[in-house]
């Protein structure tokens, strides 16, 4: 009997080691101070990880987070388009997801959490994008923080161009929640997800 339940206990420890964990990444503070609209399908705000969140290892992503404001550009929610896209040499390349999302009204000016399926990322840098529900119109906008920046991690696509933060504007409230490839996670991330309440 103790036999089988050291074999047990085995099976139970291999399991649990086995059991990939997910870590949320993360550059903005968790609290927001602005918010940015566009009216152009087609233009994206992204932002970048890279192997200070990643450890350097390729990984899969399975929920995406962002912050859209309440009553700005109006009080109509769209919804939109969150995209995932490897990295090519330090610009966003490959895209490995793009999926419809519906504003969740509940959750304004704080981080709604969108489910994907489960999408392998073979770069240890990538890059999460929002892109708003379609041409025209007052659609969803952004929120982000303007405190603790850290600004070479937001990125535009205007016109058909990718660019590195041109406006200078940090930090889009963009997360994802993420897991490398097999063994347990590392300390990829700093702190814990704030509540936002402002
Ligand atoms: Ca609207
Ligand atoms: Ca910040």
């Known amino acids: 009997m103790k036999k089988i339940a050291v074999i047990i206990g085995m099976f139970v420890l291999l399991a649990t ?39 350097g290892d390729a990984g899969f992503i399975n929920q995406i987070g962002l912050v859209i404001p309440s009553d700005y550009p109006d009080s109509t929610y769209e919804g939109g388009w969150v995209m995932i896209f490897e990295d090519n040499a330090g ?15 509940t959750r304004l000016n ?49 016109s058909g161009i990718w660019y590195n933060n041109p406006q200078g504007w940090a930090d889009f409230m963009i997360r994802c929640r993420w897991r490398l490839c097999g063994g347990a996670v590392e300390e990829a991330t700093f702190g814990q997800i704030k509540v936002l309440d402002f």
Request: proline content about 3%; aromatic content about 22%.
């Open 17 to 55: 080691t086995a059991q990939a964990a997910y870590d949320y990444l993360y550059w903005d503070d968790g609290y927001k101070d602005d918010a940015k609209a566009w009216t152009n399908a087609g233009w994206y705000w992204a932002v970048q990880f890279n192997e200070e969140k990643t450890g």
């Open 91 to 105: 610009v966003p390349g490959t895209q490995v997801l793009r999926q419809a999302f519906n504003t969740d009204e």
């Open 110 to 158: 704080q981080f709604q959490w969108i489910d994907t399926p489960e999408t392998y990322v073979s770069t240890s840098t990538f890059y999460i994008a929002f892109e708003e529900a379609w041409d025209g119109g007052n659609h969803d906008a952004i929120c982000l923080d303007t405190g603790w920046q850290f600004p070479t991690h937001n990125w535009t696509y205007e």
